[in-house]
C-alpha cells in the first residue's frame, strides 16, 4: 500500500504516470566570430627566429587590437620553437628552426571582423582560420529554446491525456536531455569572396575586404517530463 502522498515509480492504476519528450529547433542569428591567428617564423639562428617570432606577433596584436571595441577579446594559445635537424652527414646538426604561436580573437562587429580578416590574411608568414560563428553565453536564444521545448512536452502530454479521456493532474519530473549549445547550418558554398563592402575604395596598396556572410546557427534543445493522469475510463 502506497503511503498517502506518495508517488511510485511507474504509477498505479488510480495514479498513472505519463512520461513525454518535447523538443526545440530554433535557428538564430550568430552574435559573435571568433578568428584563429597563427603567426609563424623560420630561421637558421634560435635566437634570431624567437625574435622575429615576436616582431610578428607584436605586429598582429596591433593590428587586432587597432579595431577597439568590436574586438571582445584576444588570447594567446600554443606557442613553439622547434629545430629542424639536417638529414645528410655525421651526427645531428640543427638545419633550421621553426617557430609557431598561435592567437584567438573574438569580434562581435562582423564588418571589422572582415576588415580585419583581411588585414591578418595580408601580413606574411601568417595564417588565418575562421570565421567560426557563436552565440554569447546570455544570448535570449537559449532560454528561448528551452522554453519551447518545455511548452512542446507540455503540448505532447496534453494530447496524450486528451486522447485517454483525462488530464494531468500534476508534474513530478522535467529532466534537460539535450544541449541547446548552436551549431551553424552546412555552408552554402564558399563564405570567402573578394568583395569590397560598401564605402572608400581601398587604396592600391590594401586589399578589399573579404565578403564575409555571417552563417545562420542551429539550437536543439529537449527535455523530458513525467506528469500524473487522472485515473482514465477505458
Known amino acids: 500500500?502506497?503511503?498517502?502522498?506518495?508517488?511510485?515509480?511507474?504509477?498505479?492504476?488510480?495514479?498513472?504516470?505519463?512520461?513525454?519528450?518535447g523538443e526545440a529547433h530554433l535557428d538564430a542569428d550568430p552574435e559573435i566570430a571568433r578568428i584563429g591567428i597563427t603567426v609563424t617564423a623560420r630561421g637558421k639562428d634560435r635566437r634570431e627566429t624567437l625574435a622575429d617570432l615576436t616582431r610578428r606577433n607584436t605586429r598582429a596584436l596591433d593590428l587586432v587590437k587597432s579595431h577597439g571595441d568590436s574586438v571582445?577579446?584576444?588570447?594567446?594559445?600554443?606557442?613553439?620553437?622547434?629545430p629542424e635537424l639536417g638529414r645528410h652527414g655525421r651526427g645531428e646538426r640543427v638545419r633550421t628552426h621553426h617557430g609557431h604561436l598561435h592567437i584567438t580573437a573574438t569580434l562581435g562587429d562582423f564588418t571589422?571582423?572582415?576588415?580585419?580578416?583581411?588585414?591578418?590574411?595580408?601580413?606574411?608568414?601568417?595564417?588565418?582560420?575562421?570565421?567560426?560563428?557563436?552565440?554569447?553565453?546570455?544570448?535570449?536564444?537559449?532560454?528561448?529554446?528551452?522554453?519551447?521545448?518545455?511548452?512542446?512536452?507540455?503540448?505532447?502530454?496534453?494530447?496524450?491525456?486528451?486522447?485517454?479521456?483525462?488530464?494531468?493532474?500534476?508534474?513530478?519530473?522535467?529532466?534537460?536531455?539535450?544541449?541547446?549549445?548552436?551549431?551553424?547550418h552546412p555552408p552554402q558554398g564558399a563564405r570567402f569572396a573578394a568583395a569590397p563592402f560598401a564605402g572608400a575604395a581601398p587604396t592600391?596598396?590594401?586589399?578589399?575586404?573579404?565578403?564575409?556572410?555571417?552563417?545562420?546557427?542551429?539550437?536543439?534543445?529537449?527535455?523530458?517530463?513525467?506528469f500524473t493522469l487522472a485515473p482514465p475510463r477505458l
Not at 1 to 21: F, I, K, N, S
Not at 72 to 82: A, D
Not at 114 to 122: E, K, V
Open 72 to 82: 571582445e577579446h584576444v588570447e594567446t594559445g600554443h606557442l613553439s620553437i622547434s
Open 112 to 184: 571589422a571582423l572582415a576588415d580585419l580578416t583581411t588585414a591578418l590574411a595580408d601580413l606574411d608568414l601568417t595564417r588565418v582560420d575562421g570565421p567560426t560563428w557563436d552565440l554569447r553565453p546570455d544570448s535570449p536564444a537559449h532560454a528561448t529554446a528551452r522554453r519551447q521545448a518545455v511548452h512542446d512536452a507540455l503540448r505532447r502530454a496534453r494530447e496524450y491525456a486528451d486522447a485517454l479521456g483525462t488530464t494531468l493532474t500534476a508534474l513530478l519530473e522535467l529532466a534537460d536531455t539535450a544541449a541547446d549549445d548552436p551549431h551553424p
Open 1 to 21: 500500500m502506497t503511503p498517502a502522498g506518495a508517488t511510485t515509480p511507474h504509477g498505479t492504476p488510480d495514479e498513472p504516470h505519463l512520461t513525454v519528450r
Open 204 to 226: 592600391d596598396d590594401e586589399p578589399a575586404p573579404l565578403d564575409l556572410q555571417p552563417r545562420r546557427l542551429h539550437l536543439h534543445a529537449a527535455v523530458s517530463a513525467r
